[in-house]
T-cell receptor
Framework: QQQVKQSPQSLIVQKGGISIINCAYE??????FPWYQQFPGKGPALLIA?????SEKKEGRFTISFNKSAKQFSLHIMDSQPGDSATYFC????????????FGSGTQLTVLP | DTAVSQTPKYLVTQMGNDKSIKCEQN?????MYWYKQDSKKFLKIMFS???????INETVPNRFSPKSPDKAHLNLHINSLELGDSAVYFC????????????FGQGTRLTVV
């Protein structure tokens, strides 16, 4: 059972454009929603995270939008750059799970110069 | 200094062999994890240890056995390797079991031939 569904599987964006990646979750006990960025040959690294008590969080060019009623959250990358080309994973966890992360299936983002 | 380090980075071995992957974190974290990333890049939790105590053991074959000699180390031993074990294995750590941010190592690419 895939508890966190992520789309699209791949995304190609022109430099300067907006990249949008969407995730939907099933378990209403989830209370922490991070996004991880993974470059080839590297481990995932935390990019930005949100808790369900806020609807939006922004850090630089990266914004998470959260819709609790729809059980959806999304990552927006403004002014996308070629250096943003990577695989992005949404994830979720809840306090009763020793904070193990349940990951989405990943989105391969390519930003064209 | 590498925060979470794994060795080896690459491991090629024949079916039926036994192999180990080592992980060390120098962050002073209490909780460590093993994740498996398959060929489609899907990340899934395998084990979690908190202060050397096993707290999460997802449905993985008994051939996989984690060992934590101290809270800075979490090794993964795999017996009787099978072709389907080929994947990238990531070690990760977090400050406490309730802490949200997980720091990942660079991964160990295991290829079983």
């Amino acid at each position: 059972q895939q508890q966190v569904k992520q789309s699209p599987q791949s995304l190609i964006v022109q430099k300067g454009g907006i990249s949008i990646i969407n995730c939907a979750y099933e378990n209403t006990a989830f209370d922490y929603f991070p996004w991880y960025q993974q470059f080839p040959g590297k481990g995932p690294a935390l990019l930005i995270a949100i808790r369900p008590d806020v609807s939006e969080k922004k850090e630089g060019r990266f914004t998470i939008s959260f819709n609790k009623s729809a059980k959806q959250f999304s990552l927006h990358i403004m002014d996308s750059q070629p250096g943003d080309s990577a695989t992005y994973f949404c994830a979720a966890s809840f306090s009763g799970s020793a904070r193990q992360l349940t990951f989405g299936s990943g989105t391969q983002l390519t930003v064209l110069p | 200094d590498t925060a979470v380090s794994q060795t080896p980075k690459y491991l090629v071995t024949q079916m039926g062999n036994d192999k180990s992957i080592k992980c060390e974190q120098n962050l002073g974290h209490d909780t460590m994890y093993w994740y498996k990333q398959d060929s489609k890049k899907f990340l899934k939790i395998m084990f979690s240890y908190n202060n050397k105590e096993l707290i999460i053991n997802e449905t993985v074959p008994n051939r996989f056995s984690p060992k934590s000699p101290d809270k800075a180390h979490l090794n993964l031993h795999i017996n009787s390797l099978e072709l389907g074990d080929s994947a990238v294995y990531f070690c990760a750590s977090s400050r406490t079991r309730g802490n949200t941010e997980a720091f990942f190592g660079q991964g160990t690419r295991l290829t079983v031939v």
